[in-house]
């Protein structure tokens, strides 16, 4: 029981503590590193480098008062911030670590991750919609069409890798990949999944069901304290999450030269990513509402569809 | 098709790489408290009055300042000495009113009140941002460093007369026919 093996006690436990730990870490390092790309030093104060920052920001969130706004529907509202962390957190348990590392060995894996994805949509429907404000109506609305945008194309864009390892099954797609990467031959399968993956956890650039600066906090506005929290936790776990699917699906997993143990390649692999979505906050503006929408079914829709037809046609051609 | 793609993917990667550049940058900010900031010696900050080479106070009392500051914060009483020269009885500035626009150093004729790149100036009480004349007089000239206004100018004060000041021709005798 108390072995490294996938769907060991030990295994879930120890997911679970690092994928909550990285998350509220993450929370620092985005600050920091957003404020070396834009000539500043960031938060550098608390503890080494400021990396006890994120337990004074825990400190304060948990300390805050625990409001529900007397106009809002207080089950559903209190209900939304639970289901995105539940939901993040449940589809780590098909993510691949390494062969020991894992919660569950399941055969529909990248279908499962979907799924959630796509029940992910509810929590913030549902947090705007019970806020009842309207720039949480406004960010619910936001959040519902793109989700609806983009979750399909987000599915067709995996379908190539699934396509090219016959399975799927994440270990599967994997171990297919130890003679090579899928990102070689799904480079637009990945470019697609990556700039879905952005619009999927609500980053910047299209983070446009929050934008700040236009509905103020979008379907969050009405929420405080840890409330506040499980959103913005939630966030940075779907951060990691879509870090780790890139990793997974196109860049060999925990894949690499022996002389580093798997976990250290797929942290690796991972970490580059994440630091590459921070890069992406720091650099990139929200596109127009419109501009993205019609960016999503006009143009990325088809070339998903068109990858998806060719890299089927070379399977079968090669079969 | 081809624009499309310039305009998002080609244009998005440029500016990636232009942010990216930016970690190996010096930071343009520095850690205030341990770390002070080069102040430039125009900034406009904490107002002082100066004195002359001689030690004696520029002022004049003539009022300009407090007539052109915007947020009327500066007050002050004229006063007069038995030797003709006028000073301020008392100067007050308001500095939870002053906005450091520096109007009052450009109205002042007599290069008394200066602003100073100081801008240290937070208080727990509000009375204590109102500034007396003790407070904003310094020992020194300020910036400008030989200025002495009684010399320079043709006010006549006890031991100097009509004509006697530096560069000031003798006053013409407008009752004398010779040339």
Known sequence: ?319 | MFKLIKDTLLSQTVTLWGVFRKLFVKADTVQYPDEQPYMFPRWRGRIILSRDPDGEERCVACNLCAVACPVDCIALQKAETEDGRWYPEFFRINFSRCIMCGFCEEACPTNAIQLTPDFEMAEYVRQDMVWEKEDLLIDGVGKYHDYNFYRVAGKRVAGKDKGEALNEAEPVDVRSLLP
């Open chain 1, 1 to 319: 029981m108390f072995t490294f093996a996938v769907g060991s006690a030990l295994s879930i436990a120890s997911i679970l503590l690092a994928v909550i730990v990285l998350a509220a870490l993450l929370i620092w390092v985005e600050r920091r590193m957003l404020s070396f790309w834009q000539e500043r030093l960031g938060p550098n104060r608390v503890g080494w480098f400021g990396i006890m920052q994120v337990v004074a920001d825990m400190i304060k969130i948990f300390t805050k008062e625990d409001w529900v706004p007397p106009f809002a529907d207080r089950l559903t509202f209190v209900l939304a911030p639970a289901i995105i962390m539940i939901v993040v957190l449940m589809s780590f348990a098909v993510i691949p670590f390494t062969p020991e590392v894992g919660v569950i060995d399941s055969n529909v894996g990248v279908l499962f991750v979907l799924a959630m994805a796509s029940l992910g949509a509810y929590s913030v429907m549902l947090g705007g919609l019970s806020s009842n404000n309207k720039y949480a109506l406004l960010g619910s609305l936001r959040a519902a069409a793109q989700m609806v945008s983009y979750e399909v194309f987000m599915g067709i864009s995996l379908l190539g890798v699934v396509v090219l390892a016959g399975s799927f099954n994440l270990r599967e797609i994997v171990e297919t990949q130890a003679d090579g990467w899928y990102i070689v031959p799904q480079f637009i399968g990945f470019l697609i999944f990556l700039i879905a993956g952005v619009a999927e956890s609500h980053r910047l650039p299209f983070d446009i069901p929050e934008a700040e600066q236009e509905i103020c906090a979008g379907y969050h506005t009405e929420y405080s304290g840890m409330k506040f929290g499980m959103f913005f936790v939630g966030e940075y776990l779907g951060l990691v999450l879509v870090s780790s699917l890139i990793t997974a699906l196109f860049f060999g997993g925990w894949l690499g030269p022996a002389f580093l143990p798997p976990i250290v390649w797929f942290s690796l692999k991972a970490g580059f990513f994440i630091l590459f979505f921070i890069l992406m906050r720091a650099a990139l503006p929200r596109p127009r509402y419109d501009q993205l929408m019609s960016y999503g079914w006009l143009f990325l829709l088809p070339l998903s569809l068109l990858n998806l037809l060719v890299t089927g046609a070379v399977v079968l051609a090669t079969m």
